[in-house]
């Protein structure tokens, strides 16, 4: 079975621009997650969806949204970026509705901003 | 969200087992308590997860206090692979979201 894939793997982008992040979930997999990872903060929770509907969010502002595709794909987008959003960013996919057992993470996406 | 406590790093020999503590004191009676790792360069990876009772799976073991205010998680028989950030992880029942702390950095010594 596939893994949890992520594209893009690294992105640069600049101060003031905008990004789509895509994550495709273990096939079955309905619930994705993502989370945001850098050096300072650690791992945190941005939000998770099912059925394509956003079950749960972290503290993140306004300018962090995503949704998910009836596919379960997901994407997530950081507008008006700064450069405090450089990060690993992690998608996470999990088989079952409730509760929360085994969350399996891609890759992540390395994004940094200049 | 409760909150768990573990050591910021440990060491161990080669093909000797480890045990890793985790303390959360504050566990409510529907938590569950999950182990992730990461290894260098990847994202995290599920390691064991139990509510009550001391588990057991291929990568690790798990064993819960009778209070359910620590647990340890066993490796039997470190590897160099082993080498990773161990996160101890609660989480409320029905929910998705995982809260990670800091973990523990392991080293493993060849």
């Known amino acids: 079975k596939a893994g949890v894939t992520q594209t893009p793997r690294y992105l640069i982008k600049t101060r003031g621009q905008q990004v789509t992040l895509s994550c495709s979930p273990i096939?079955?997999?309905?619930?994705v997650s993502w989370y945001q990872q850098t050096p300072g903060q650690g791992l945190q929770f941005l939000f998770e969806?099912?059925?394509?509907?956003?079950?749960n969010k972290g503290n993140f502002p306004g300018r962090f949204s995503g949704r998910q595709f009836s596919n379960s794909r997901s994407e997530m987008n950081v507008s008006t970026l700064e450069l405090g959003d450089s990060a690993l960013y992690l998608c996470?996919?999990?088989?079952?509705?409730?509760?929360?057992?085994?969350?399996?993470f891609g890759p992540g996406t390395r994004l940094t901003v200049t | 969200d409760a909150k768990t406590t573990q050591p910021n790093s440990m060491e161990s020999n080669e093909e000797e087992p480890v045990h890793l503590p985790c303390n959360h004191s504050?566990?409510?009676?529907?938590?569950?308590i999950h182990w992730y790792r990461q290894l260098p360069s990847q994202g995290p990876e599920y390691v064991i997860h139990?509510?009550?009772s001391n588990v057991n799976n291929r990568m690790a073991s798990l064993a819960i206090a009778e209070d359910r205010k620590s647990s340890t998680l066993i490796l039997h028989r470190a590897t160099l692979r082993d080498a990773a950030v161990y996160y101890c992880?609660?989480?409320?029942?029905?929910?998705?979201?995982?809260?990670f702390g800091t973990g523990t950095r392991l080293t493993i010594i060849p």
């Open positions: 996470a996919s999990s088989p079952l509705k409730t509760p929360s057992y085994e969350q399996y």
């Open positions: 096939s079955g997999h309905r619930s």
């Open positions: 969806y099912f059925s394509e509907t956003q079950r």
């Open positions: 504050t566990i409510s009676g529907t938590d569950y």
């Open positions: 139990g509510l009550t």
């Open positions: 992880i609660l989480s409320l029942f029905g929910n998705e979201k995982l809260t």
